[in-house]
């Protein structure tokens, strides 16, 4: 199966209501696990990559795993540069063969981020590759937002309308609440669907993404904080606010920690109950297993299963 851009997996998910799940990779048994549930559900897939992955594991060993995995299966693969900071990665990765990037310029003020975008995406479309922007910021767990403050911080529907217009971006990152890694919420989780909503109302049929988006599944926080981990009070997006956003042209879903927390949870378990192994390849395989059994799980959730 070739590599496909995202253009048409969000066209089909708008028009069904689900979402399409956008997972970070960064070593061949993540991408395995991934995979693996993509074609066992007969699901869509965005595999993303971020610049830290790309230093970490480079860019030419992933590609080519994600090359082996188009050979191996028949599923239709978007290969997406995750949270891009300059013009210059989004070139180089164009050349190098993503089929989609995100430039996020959402800490900068609004005419640079329109012009950073804008930049971006006459470099890309030429090319063929759609570009996902961001408006407004992802506030994180130390930042208490309130009500006035949510104004500032998250994005403004008017604005939300005038910059896709303004740049041409094929879809936006919107922020309302939630947030990277796995402490998103202190007190009870909270996502602003109003906003939601009045930006689904102002952007008619067009493709909004939620990144921050894992749901910090409390059986592996407990699994790694039973084997020796520190995850006090890891908190999460709950399950059903992202079938709720899914339904409100989300289309596509960000997933990183949640991996993290199913790959660790994992070989901490392996390491304490079989300490006298030293094959790599028994606690990164059951990781890998474990990662299969959660996207699985994921791409029920978001409604992307036999999508394919
Ligand atoms: O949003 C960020 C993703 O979780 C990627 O994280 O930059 O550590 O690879 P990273
Ligand atoms: P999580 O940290 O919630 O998995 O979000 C990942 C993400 O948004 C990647 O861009
Ligand atoms: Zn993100």
Redesign the pocket.
């Known amino acids: 199966m070739p590599k496909i851009d995202t253009r048409g997996l969000f066209e089909d998910a708008l028009k069904g209501g689900y979402s399409v799940g956008?997972f970070?990779v960064n070593n061949m048994e993540i991408i395995q696990g991934i995979v693996e549930a993509a074609e066992a559900e007969k699901a869509p897939l965005i595999l993303?990559i971020?610049k830290g992955a790309r230093k970490y594991a480079r860019h030419e060993y992933l590609m080519k795993l994600i090359e082996a995995a188009l050979e191996i299966s028949d599923l239709p693969i978007a290969v997406h540069l995750?949270?891009g900071d300059s013009y210059e990665l989004c070139r180089d990765v164009i050349d190098g063969g993503f089929t989609s990037v995100?430039i996020d310029g959402s800490h900068l003020p609004f005419e640079e981020n329109i012009a950073l975008v804008k930049k971006v995406v006459d470099y890309a479309h030429p090319r063929g590759v759609p570009v996902e922007a961001e408006l407004g910021r992802?506030a994180g767990i130390e930042e208490h937002v309130d009500v006035s403050e949510k104004d500032a911080i998250y994005t403004d529907p008017d604005e939300a309308k005038e910059f896709v217009e303004r740049t041409g971006c094929d879809s936006l990152a919107v922020a309302i609440g939630?947030?990277?890694?796995?402490y998103?919420f202190k007190t009870e989780p909270q996502l602003d669907f109003e906003r939601l909503e009045k930006i689904q109302e102002k952007l008619e049929g067009y493709p909004l993404v939620l990144?921050?988006?894992?749901s910090?599944l409390q059986e592996f926080v407990d699994e790694c904080n039973k084997y020796g981990g520190e995850l006090p009070g890891a908190k999460?997006?709950p399950e059903h606010m992202i079938e709720r956003a899914r339904k409100m042209n989300v289309c596509k879903v960000?997933?990183?920690?949640?991996?993290?927390l199913a790959m660790t949870a994992t070989i901490r378990r392996e390491y304490a109950q079989n300490p006298e192994n030293f094959d790599p390849r028994k606690y990164l395989g059951p990781a890998r297993d474990a990662i299969k059994d959660m996207v699985i799980h994921k791409l029920q959730l978001l409604g992307a299963s036999g999508k394919v």
Request: glycine share 10%.
């Open positions: 956008a970070n993303q971020s995750d949270h995100m992802l939630t947030s990277h890694g796995a998103k990144h921050g988006a894992s910090v999460g997006v960000n997933i990183d920690t949640d991996l993290r």
